[in-house]
C-alpha cells in the first residue's frame, strides 16, 4: 500500500526495520502531534473568526470560500505551540 504505515514497516534504519514498540510508539506520537495541532488551528481560527465578523460573514455567505480561510488561516497563525 501507498501509505505511512506500509512505509513504517518497510523501513530500515541503520539496515533494521522498527521494531513493534518502536512501531508503536511512532503511531502514538503521530496521534498527539496531529491532534494537538488540529485543535490550535480550530481554536485559533475560531478566534480569528470571532475577532473578524466581517470575515465570519462571508464564509457563512459564501461555505466554497472554506477551504481557502483554512489555507489563511495556517499562514495566519501556527497551530504549532513550542
Known amino acids: 500500500g501507498d501509505d505511512i504505515a ?8 541503520d539496515g533494521e526495520r522498527l521494531t513493534d514498540l518502536e ?5 502514538l506520537l503521530l496521534l498527539n502531534a496531529g491532534g494537538d495541532t488540529t485543535r ?3 481554536a485559533a481560527g ?5 475577532e473578524h ?3 465570519w ?6 461555505p466554497s470560500l472554506l477551504p481557502t480561510a ?3 488561516m495556517l ?7 513550542m
Open 53 to 55: 465578523p466581517a470575515e
Open 46 to 50: 475560531t478566534l480569528a473568526l470571532i
Open 6 to 13: 506500509t512505509a513504517l514497516l518497510h523501513a530500515e534504519v
Open 57 to 62: 460573514a462571508r464564509l457563512v455567505a459564501d
Open 23 to 27: 512501531f508503536n510508539l511512532f503511531f
Open 40 to 42: 490550535n488551528l480550530v
Open 70 to 72: 483554512i489555507e489563511e
Open 75 to 81: 499562514r495566519w497563525t501556527s497551530p504549532v505551540t
